[in-house]
């Protein structure tokens, strides 16, 4: 058998010849050239534009995650017993992102017309957002603000219909086509009460900036900290969310009592509507601690709406007002009478001045004085300072008399024991010259004599309150001490902070600061006191069932003999065991004759009748348990009903039943108490002028005899000039006023 080989032919080769060879060679030349040529356009670019593209690469990776604020809840403040006064509830700003819906002309029509249809938007102004040159592109345009979370639910639910919704499909998809919109989160401030103790409570002007009140004083606890949502791109080109939590705000609970407030109110609007007066205050302590119960002082307005003038002033003065008119109308508002401003107290010093004598050994409790009428001073004896009888006199008075009479003589005779020194050491002991550090901002700090200042007739007439100012929270303060048993305590509002979570981190107990009388000197001038409601001058304040004490005060204002009074009250009850004290100012009484302590004791009568029982104070001249009814004056009558009433609305203005303002014989008035006609526009007598009702002040009836207390005399001093400087200095809360921006204006 023979073997067969298979033999593989080889293809031939093809070689590569010399000219192939040089294109191939030319071929790689050229690529490496390119890649050369883009290596250094690369190079380029990254040296003089890298920057540039870096931060559009990093702009567009964060499109979703631009840096954002997220906000920090502010503090409520409550009452003593847990009614929130003040609360920060969750709204929305709607935010319109008008890249992406400029980005798709399927997604305008849908999203103009939810925004229009559901949030009530202006369509030609979104539109003109999303046109304007300026805007167009913007990833972040502010609709509207302060939108609810029922809002926000109904605008998420129209542009995400659930399956079982009814909608057309046409209609769903219509509303898929909603883009662009959505909502940053923030806090609107609320008060529930509206204008209840708005002096005392005060607002924010913003979020996180107030200058009234405890808002204003303990705004650093209040505001918390604001968190922030960001991006950014890691080593890795990734973009990495990042979220700071903000720290909400601590809350504070008050001494105020919603209840004790509400009474003090009903008062002094059933005292405005009747007579009114230029101003009045009122402030409620616990005397045993120095807490605060209620504090009234000055202009209403709502707190919810604290740039509203149309409570003081009608329409026409609003107009008329310049921006620094409605500024400096808006800072008298919301000034609170009982802590800022300074007056002459007049006679409710008494008790304090004798305290201060007896304390020192100037006098002893046996002693005995003789008024005559009055008392000469002068070298030449030429000026004559003259007790509230003049031309009567009040005889020999043991100290009991002094006060139960409110004895301008005997007053003086105290003051001259004591001498100059000793009688400026008092008025240091009990705080007056100085600010009391109650946690409220802008508090005045009066002024008082110093040796240099002080002769022998400002000596006298300090004695019964002239001749120097003070604050109304000086005066209770330091009554506080004398009837307390003389113990001084720091006025407070806040009795503790919580925080977020509701619990405790600070407590503030009473501030015992000094010493300024002993006991049983505290047990005698509550003994006087009693005797000025049993017997004095303090009668018409008596409320059955209680025993009390009392002193009134009657100042005349500068410039002297012009008729001009700033009228006052300070009682408290029951004597043995005080658990209320009180301190009721009315500065110009609209009244004929403003001399007439009567007027702050009809408020303060009135409001005691209700405050003692709301506060379960037993009656301890009740023998059986049963209260004999206060009356109380015949000016509250009618008009005057309990605060659930309608016939008076919530800022004590009597109405009918349509809600409007009425005057005392039911004509419709205007908030000036101007005639208004059944379509509420202005009645004009014969030269065209607006007719005031004469229906409105109501002449003041005795509840009782009452003694005469202060008369006209030009010889009583004026006190030393204040200097303004003091006012901002060593007064950490001191605000210079807002300025056109807070008030809301251009």
Known sequence: ???????????PQKKINHQMRGKLVGLFAVVLLALVALLGRITYINATSGKKYKKQVFTQAQQKYESSTLPAKRGDIYDRNGNILATSQKVYSVILDCKTVNSDEDYIEPTVRALKEVLGLDEDKVRSVLSAEATRNSQYQILKKQLSMDEKKAFEEYASPGEDSELTAAQKAERKNVKGVWFEEDYLRNYPFNDLACDTIGFTLSRDT?????????????????????????????????????????????????????????????????????????????????????????????????????????????????????????????????????????????PIVMGGALEKGKISESDTFVCDGGQLFGANGDTYIKCAVWPDAHGTEALRNV???????????????????????????????????????????????????????????????????????????????????????????????????????????????????????????????????????SATSKVQGYSSGGKTGTAEKLPRGNGKYLVSFITFAPVDDPQVLMYVVVDEPKAEEQADSKYPQYIAQGILSELLPYLNVAPDESEDGSVPETELWEGFKGHLVDVSGSSVDDQG???????????????????????LNEN????????????????????????????????????????????????????DMESEGITNEEAGLD
């Open 403 to 537: 006060i139960a009479n409110s004895c301008n003589d005997a007053m003086m005779q105290i003051a001259a024991k004591m001498g100059t020194e000793q009688f400026l050491k008092a008025q240091s002991l009990f705080n007056f010259g100085s600010r009391t550090g109650i946690d409220l901002p802008n508090e005045g700090s009066g002024v008082i004599h110093t040796e240099e200042t002080m002769g022998e007739t400002e000596l006298a007439c300090s004695a019964f309150g002239q001749g120097f100012t003070c604050t109304m929270i000086q005066e209770i303060n330091a009554m506080c001490s004398v009837i307390n048993g003389g113990s001084y305590y720091q006025p407070h509002l806040v009795s503790e902070i919580r925080d977020s979570s509701g619990s405790t981190v600070k407590k503030f107990d009473p501030i015992l600061m000094k010493q300024t009388v002993s006991s049983e000197i505290s047990a005698d001038i509550r003994s006087y006191m009693q005797a000025s409601v049993q017997e004095g001058t």
């Open 210 to 350: 107030a200058d009234v009140g405890l808002e204003s004083y303990y705004n650093s606890t209040l505001m918390g900290t604001d968190g922030r949502q960001y991006g950014y791109i890691n080593d890795n080109a990734d973009v990495e969310q990042t979220i700071i939590d903000p720290k909400d705000g601590q809350s504070i609970v008050t001494t105020l009592d919603v209840g004790a407030q509400q009474i003090v109110e009903k008062y002094v609007n059933g005292f405005k509507e009747s007579m009114g007066a230029k101003n009045i205050g009122v402030i409620v302590m616990k005397p045993s601690t120095g807490e605060i119960i209620a504090m009234d002082g000055g202009d209403r307005y709502d707190l919810n709406d604290p740039r509203n003038l149309s409570g003081l002033y009608s329409e026409e003065q609003i107009s008329a007002m310049s921006d620094k008119d409605t500024v400096k109308a808006l800072n008298e508002m919301w000034s609170n009478f009982c802590v800022t401003e300074t007056f002459e107290p007049g006679s409710v010093v008494k």
């Open 1 to 11: 058998m023979r073997n067969t080989v298979k033999r593989n032919k080889r293809r």
């Open 653 to 675: 203005n009597l109405v009918d039943g349509s809600g409007n303002r009425v005057d005392l014989e039911g004509n419709r008035i205007d908030e000036n108490g101007y005639l």
């Open 680 to 731: 509420g526009e202005h009645k004009l007598d014969e030269n065209g002028q607006y007719i005031m009702s004469e229906h409105i002040i109501t002449q003041s009836s005795s509840t009782g005899s009452s003694l005469k207390e202060a008369i006209s005399d030009t010889n009583v001093p004026a006190p030393p000039e204040e200097d303004e400087s003091d006012t901002v200095e060593n007064n």
